[in-house]
């Protein structure tokens, strides 16, 4: 059997998907999905498949190709989350909010210290308030993403300060979109302190750069079955 229609049809049983060809291999890999444990044991599967198929007698090259093919399937950028994206950049234009699509296909908002906190303090000013509520709407209307908050503080100060701030401002996120009906579980948060500059401290213009929040949104490439139902459809991919 030819390796590609083989991979094609491994990776037909292992993530669930139709594809058709190789035109159907062709736009898995453009999804760019990025490499998770998720991946790695599917590549891993699909490793075996390839090599039972083919007699077992090359199964260093089915491990790598298995490995290749699995290093897709990490996160996902669906219909949904080009749709999260367009919501977000509408409800923030003009903000100074960054709203992208990062390498591995997570949806990144960047929320800079202007918008989001005011300079040693983690509660949330009023300003942010109507977009983190905008976001909360996304989230509930897209609920196969989980959602990481990362805090970052300017060099400013000691670590002793700076940590346990970055931390507070992630949570402080976190609150308001519980509270705005967002599964807490949902939401992991993280606190980076001064360690992650994007900009020269050197400066004010540098340090108010690096004062921010940044919000990953991500959709894993197997949904997890609803409970009770039958397993969940895997979003359409563009």
């Known amino acids: 059997m030819d390796l590609k229609r083989l ?4 990776l037909a049983s292992v993530f669930g998907l139709s594809c058709l060809g190789l035109s159907g291999c062709a736009n898995l890999a ?22 039972s198929a083919t007699g077992g007698h090359h199964r260093g090259r089915d491990a790598a190709l298995g490995a290749a093919i699995g290093a897709l399937g990490g996160y996902m950028w669906s219909s949904h989350m080009q749709k ?4 977000m950049e509408a409800a923030t234009a003009g903000t100074g909010i960054a709203v992208t699509q990062t390498a591995d296909n997570q949806l990144k908002i ?3 210290s202007d918008v989001s906190f005011d300079s040693g303090h983690a509660e949330i000013k009023s300003n942010l ?6 976001f909360a709407e996304t989230l509930k209307a897209n609920p196969a993403t989980t959602v990481r908050v ?5 060099s400013t100060g000691s670590d002793a300060i700076n940590n346990p701030l970055s931390v507070n401002r992630a949570a402080s996120v976190r609150t308001y979109l519980s509270h705005h009906g967002v599964e807490s579980s949902r939401i992991s948060i993280d606190g980076r302190g001064s360690q992650e500059p994007i900009a020269d401290n050197a400066s004010e213009s540098g340090r108010a750069r690096n004062r921010r ?4 949104v ?11 139902g039958a397993p969940a459809r895997p979003a359409d991919r563009l």
Do not use: M, N, Y
Not at 7 to 10: K, L, P, T
Not at 31 to 39: C, E, L, N, Q, W
Not at 213 to 216: A, K, L, M, R
């Open 7 to 10: 991979a094609c049809a491994g």
């Open 30 to 51: 453009d999804s760019k999905a990025g490499s998770t444990a998720a991946g790695a044991g599917a590549g891993a599967a699909l490793g075996a498949v390839i090599s």
């Open 84 to 87: 999260q994206k367009a919501e």
């Open 110 to 112: 960047e929320v800079p």
């Open 129 to 134: 308030a109507p977009i983190l509520t905008r």
């Open 150 to 154: 990362v805090g970052h503080t300017d």
């Open 213 to 216: 929040v940044e919000i990953f």
């Open 218 to 228: 991500a959709e894993s490439a197997a949904p997890p079955a609803p409970a009770g």
